[in-house]
């Protein structure tokens, strides 16, 4: 097992709800990478965070936003659901600086109805 | 831009024979090349990278790949398929611009074995 682990498994909301998923990174990671995967497609890069900061982002909307803990845990939140968030939601965590592969955790499956 | 392709939607092997899953890239710079795997409603486990080194690359599960700079490939190979190998196959490659790790992946292959 990796150790990242992710909540809730599944959810179900609204278009125009707010969503947080919550990721826990593996233990002595430091970064966190949250990626958006289609069905049928593969993960697409949302941003990462190191050391509490973003450090990079890909090409969602500002809507998408995040935050990294001091305990390295960390959060994805999504404002203004759209039925086109519908997706695996999946938090990885690495050790940037040591390491490059990322450890994935099982995901989060949102269904925007 | 930077990119990875896997140019198989599905990959059909008989248990025991030799399996190959394609994957080629394109980036600027020397790439870091990553094979993922995933079981239906599950995340991403992590099979093996290359970085630098040795072309041949030896990952979990008895899965090596092949990393072929003038072909700017990196296929996936197993010497003998199990039935338990089913399973969704993505390759990725570490963003080298601005972007902290990302890691930009291909469309997956969907590998069957059969008994």
């Known amino acids: 097992e990796t150790g990242v682990t992710q909540s809730p498994t599944h959810l179900i909301k609204t278009r125009g709800q707010q969503v947080t998923l919550r990721c826990s990174s593996q233990s002595g990671h430091n970064t966190v990478s949250w990626y958006q995967q289609a069905l049928g497609q593969g993960p697409q890069f949302i941003f990462q965070?190191?050391?509490?900061?973003?450090?990079g982002r890909g090409n969602f909307p500002p809507r998408f936003s995040g935050l990294q803990f001091p305990n390295y845990s960390s959060e994805l939140n999504v404002n203004a659901l759209e039925l086109d968030d519908s997706a695996l939601y999946l938090c990885?965590?690495?050790?940037?600086?040591?390491?490059?592969?990322?450890?994935f955790g099982p995901g989060t499956r949102l269904t925007v109805t | 831009a930077q990119s990875v392709a896997q140019p198989e939607d599905q990959v059909n092997v008989a248990e025991g024979n030799p399996l190959t899953v394609k994957c080629t890239y394109s980036?600027?710079?020397?790439?870091?090349l990553f094979w993922y795997v995933q079981y239906p409603n599950r995340g991403l486990q992590f099979l093996l990278k290359y970085i630098t080194g040795d072309n041949l690359v030896k990952g979990s599960y008895g899965f090596e790949a092949e990393f072929n700079k003038s072909q700017t490939s990196f296929h996936l190979k197993k010497p003998s398929a199990l039935v338990s190998d089913s399973a969704l196959y993505f390759c990725?490659?570490?963003?080298?611009?601005?972007?902290?790790?990302?890691?930009?992946f291909g469309q997956g292959t969907e590998l069957s074995v059969k008994p």
């Open positions: 990725a490659v570490r963003d080298t611009g601005n972007q902290g790790g990302k890691l930009i």
């Open positions: 965070y190191y050391r509490e900061e973003e450090n």
């Open positions: 990885a965590s690495s050790f940037e600086g040591y390491s490059y592969e990322q450890y």
């Open positions: 980036v600027s710079g020397n790439p870091y």
